[in-house]
């Protein structure tokens, strides 16, 4: 299973600590872990997953590997700027959302197009679709949204 990890490159204290407890959850349920690679809640989640014995891919927006997070086992540069956030929550069978800018924003945007289920953290609001469904799932802590990304992954 692979599960993505999107959010800000900055972030606060609290931000980092939930991205590096979401991640020590996805390693200690055997998923791979995705993320663009960088700093900020990119760098935190790789960290726990790494920490926990889990498995990290990058996905870069540069052409190189400078300035990759030292927690990725996989680290691949694409050149394609922002527009790798699209590989980021392609390559997911669930997304998770903390915190986050206008590039979260439109990874949260891209996933739900791919009918890829999106669980936040502290992250956007986006509201209800046509039909009344809650766009993003909330979860409430780090165990909480790695268990609802599983569970939405396997179907």
């Known amino acids: ?25 996805i390693a200690k349920r055997k998923a791979i872990l995705i993320c663009g690679g960088l700093s ?10 790494k920490e926990a014995g889990g498995i990290t891919v990058g996905i870069l927006q540069g052409d190189t590997r400078i300035g990759a997070s030292k927690y990725l086992d996989i680290s691949i540069p694409t050149g394609m ?8 929550v392609k390559a997911a069978d669930a997304v998770i959302a903390i915190g986050g800018e206008y590039g979260t924003l ?15 953290l502290e992250t956007w609001d986006i509201g209800e679709d046509e039909f009344g469904k809650t766009r993003i799932i909330k979860a409430d802590n780090p165990i909480s949204a790695v268990e609802k990304a599983y569970e939405l992954a396997k179907k």
Request: hydrophobic share 40%; charged share 20%.
């Open 1 to 25: 299973m692979y599960i993505s990890v999107i959010g800000g490159s900055k972030c606060s204290k609290e931000i980092y600590e939930l991205a590096y407890k979401v991640g020590r959850e």
């Open 40 to 49: 900020g809640v990119m760098d935190a989640s790789a960290k726990g997953a």
């Open 81 to 88: 700027g922002e527009a790798r956030n699209v590989l980021v």
């Open 106 to 120: 439109s990874e949260i945007a891209h996933s739900l197009k791919m009918n890829t289920p999106v669980i936040g």
